[in-house]
């Protein structure tokens, strides 16, 4: 099946701060992938979508100022928070819909980035 | 838009039982995905079933089969015959069929606990 990786998988950063999470496609080409931030005990939610070669689409109530996403290859995405703080630690998460093959319907996960602000 | 609405925050089931899951959604479209997938401790999601809007026959992977009523817009999960390892937090998803850029609308979950 395909395979989505992040990078890292657990991060402790200073307040103030700035931290790069990496997602991968391993073994397909993905235009989009999306971006989600789960809190303890509750729902994924969407924060963004990513597309290659252009700019991000936010949520409402995200701000595309701090969350900075690169799009830039068909099998990498970027999510970097900027100027981290303590209520921006949460459990992020990437996810990618395959361009094209017998998967293209299916949303394939990364297993997640744990985000520390101190 | 459209929304997806798990009642149940936690069901328990014994191993060898079954368990039903339920799930309503919202909408005015007529073509879309259903989804359910599964979160174990590790976090890492778990495609368990999909149902396409358009197909009346149910959905069946194994022990897992949905029961989906689209006049009603419920699309409850039935695991059969639970193990150990079905434990774990379980979400109702939502997603147009409109190609790979349309987004996933998740419930809030359910957490499944099973009991020997």
């Known amino acids: 099946g395909a395979v989505v990786s992040q990078h890292p998988s657990w991060v402790i950063c200073k307040s103030g701060t700035s931290v790069k999470i990496e997602c991968r496609s391993l073994d397909f080409q993905a235009t989009t992938m999306f971006w989600y931030r789960q809190f303890p005990k509750q729902s994924l939610m969407l924060m963004a979508t990513?597309?290659?070669?252009?700019?991000?689409?936010?949520e409402q109530g995200v701000e595309k100022d701090k969350f900075l996403i690169n799009h830039a290859s068909l099998t990498l995405s970027t999510l970097t928070v900027t100027s981290a703080h303590p209520e921006d630690s949460s459990f992020y998460i990437c996810?990618?819909?395959?361009?094209?093959?017998?998967?293209?319907?299916?949303?394939?996960f990364g297993p997640g980035t744990r985000l520390t602000v101190l | 838009a459209q929304t997806v609405t798990q009642s149940q925050p936690e069901m328990s089931v014994q191993e060898a039982e079954t368990v039903t899951l339920s799930c309503t959604y919202d909408?005015?479209?007529?073509?879309?995905?259903l989804f359910w997938y599964k979160q174990p401790p590790s976090r890492q999601m778990i495609l368990v079933i999909r149902?396409?809007?358009?197909?009346?026959q149910n959905a069946t992977e194994n022990r897992f089969s949905v029961n989906f009523q689209k006049a009603a817009k419920s699309f409850s999960l039935k695991i059969s015959d639970s193990q150990l390892g079905d434990a774990a937090m379980y979400f109702c998803a939502y997603r147009l069929y409109t190609g790979t850029a349309s987004k996933l609308t998740f419930g809030t979950g359910t957490r499944l606990q099973v009991t020997l």
């Open positions: 990513s597309n290659e070669g252009s700019k991000a689409t936010y």
């Open positions: 996810s990618a819909p395959p361009t094209s093959g017998s998967s293209y319907n299916e949303q394939f």
């Open positions: 909408t005015s479209e007529s073509d879309y995905y």
């Open positions: 149902q396409e809007a358009y197909k009346q």
